[in-house]
């Protein structure tokens, strides 16, 4: 398959981005070509239409299979495999955004809680028992809001982050900046 030089463009940036984002160049150009194309494509087509080697589609696939990002389709009448990924924005967006938190969120949860837990931070400074408790609560309510936007239906999302600064409006909080926060006292930092 030859792409147009609008299509390639996009394939190509997706894939600088992809790098940028921490993913291997041509994974990023095989969901790019995918999600593009709109239609499920065949291994050797996909490498075709790329000039990769096939060896690196076959990793590059299993890479985003592992992501949940395509799924393996079959056409009747061809016994190859196919591969497909959604075409809907924000599902895609939704699946990236659960995979990031059970891969790098999730486990840094688990390590906070252990170390609070331990009690061998009571010999560290409280200064920095309160940094890791704050961390935990950050990456919590993030993840617990994360959670929740990723529960509503896509227009209902979309109007949320549309809110954009308005939000404050709603919330009945004037323009103001907000006071900086005031240092933490003795029994803030050896808290529970």
């Known amino acids: 398959m030859e792409l147009s030089p609008t299509l390639s463009r996009f394939v190509l940036h997706w894939g600088e ?24 494509m065949h291994a050797e087509e996909i490498a075709d239409t790329l000039q990769v ?15 949940k990002l395509i799924r393996l389709v079959h056409i009747p009448g061809d016994r190859r495999d196919h591969f497909e990924t959604s075409t809907q924005v924000w599902e895609l967006l939704r699946t990236v955004v659960r995979e990031r938190q059970q891969r790098e969120i999730a486990p840094t949860i688990t390590v906070l809680q252990e170390l609070l837990a331990d009690p061998a931070i009571n010999k560290d400074p409280a200064a920095a028992k309160l940094r890791i408790k704050e961390t935990l ?21 979309t109007k949320v ?12 909080r004037d323009a103001a900046p907000e006071e900086p926060p005031r240092p933490a006292s003795a029994a803030d930092l050896l808290g529970p």
Request: charged content about 25%; hydrophobic content about 45%; cysteine-free.
């Open 53 to 67: 080697a096939r060896s690196n589609v076959s990793t590059s696939i299993r890479e985003l299979q592992g992501w």
């Open 161 to 172: 982050l549309r809110l954009g600064a308005r939000i404050k409006k709603l919330l009945g």
């Open 137 to 157: 609560e950050l990456l919590e309510t993030l993840t617990a809001w994360s959670d929740e936007m990723l529960r509503l239906d896509t227009e209902t999302l």
């Open 17 to 40: 981005m992809g790098t940028r984002w921490g993913v291997n160049r041509t994974v990023a150009q095989i969901h790019a070509l995918l999600f593009i194309t709109g239609r499920p």
